[in-house]
């Protein structure tokens, strides 16, 4: 399944690319004067980008999705935008400083907050393939509040690719569908590359879609660590589905929830 993912998802680009460049071509030589066919164009089509991916379509996005987005929890977590994002696919028991030292020993560090200063950090290392452990990550929100704590892993030395982690506290007396306690919810996915973001052409991080196996390698770096006191892997907790997160990124689940409860003395 993984395979046709990746070659349903190849073919797809291709043909937005080749629309895209038979647009601007059109564009070019149809629609835009003939002062304007020029070096002004790059700079034109540029413009044109920017103004629609960070200023028109997230907020057409926003004005929607409070339409159809429920705000209530439902497994998935929401971009900025309102946008359906990554699905909640992990749940922690144990306090702050618990999971702090926890995920640190298991090799993972803490992401920076997001801010404009980070995020050019960002691109800057991205574009240099240099390091940047702590690198931030993209606000998302559960309990429409963005994440209360980030971890990574960065893969060769860059922040392109990167496992990485966001967790969300729960409020006191907070129950999972079918009664399970939890004081952290969280969402696990793998950084694979950079790109276009489907929905808002925002530049953005793209993932992997097997999720749960990036959540079962994370519980796995726990378990090495020692930080696990208990373990559950509850099957069936979500229907299997396949869909995409807020980037426009397919991935798929089989719809399990891992619940682990973390060592108190590490």
């Keep these: 399944m993984k395979k046709t993912l990746h070659i349903a998802a ?17 564009v070019y030589g149809l629609i835009l ?10 700079f034109f089509i540029v413009v044109f980008w920017a103004f629609n991916a960070y ?14 987005v429920p705000d209530y929890f439902i497994g998935r977590s929401r971009t900025a935008d309102g946008l359906l994002g990554d699905p909640v696919n992990l749940a922690i028991v144990g306090s702050e ?16 907050p997001l801010t404009l200063g980070s ?9 240099r393939g240099q390091d940047y452990p702590n690198a931030p990550v993209s606000d998302l929100l559960v309990f429409d509040r963005r994440q209360d704590l980030a971890f990574q892993k960065q893969v060769d030395g860059n922040p392109r690719k990167r496992h990485h ?7 006191k007396d907070w129950y999972l569908p079918g009664g399970y306690a939890a004081n952290w919810v969280a969402a696990a996915t793998y950084d694979s590359t950079v790109g276009l973001s489907m929905f808002t052409l ?43 997160n807020g980037g ?19």
Excluded: C
């Design 10 to 26: 190849s073919i797809k680009r291709l043909f937005i690319f080749v629309i895209s460049v038979i647009l601007i071509v059109l």
């Design 33 to 42: 004067p003939d002062e304007l066919q020029t070096g002004q164009i790059a």
């Design 55 to 68: 200023f028109v379509l997230p907020r057409v996005h926003r004005l929607l999705s409070r339409m159809y």
């Design 97 to 112: 400083r618990s999971l702090k030292r926890a995920m640190k020993r298991a090799g993972w560090t803490e992401a920076v």
């Design 119 to 127: 995020s050019l950090k960002m691109i800057w290392k991205i574009i």
């Design 165 to 171: 982690v966001r967790f969300w506290r729960t409020d």
């Design 202 to 244: 925002q530049f953005t991080h793209k993932i992997d879609p097997n999720i749960d196996e990036e959540r079962d390698y994370l519980v796995d770096t726990l378990k090495r660590a020692k930080g696990i006191k208990e373990h559950n892997h509850i099957e069936h907790f979500f229907p299997p589905f396949i869909t995409r």
């Design 248 to 266: 426009g990124d397919r991935f798929m689940t089989d719809g399990s929830m891992a619940i682990i409860t973390l060592e108190k003395k590490l």
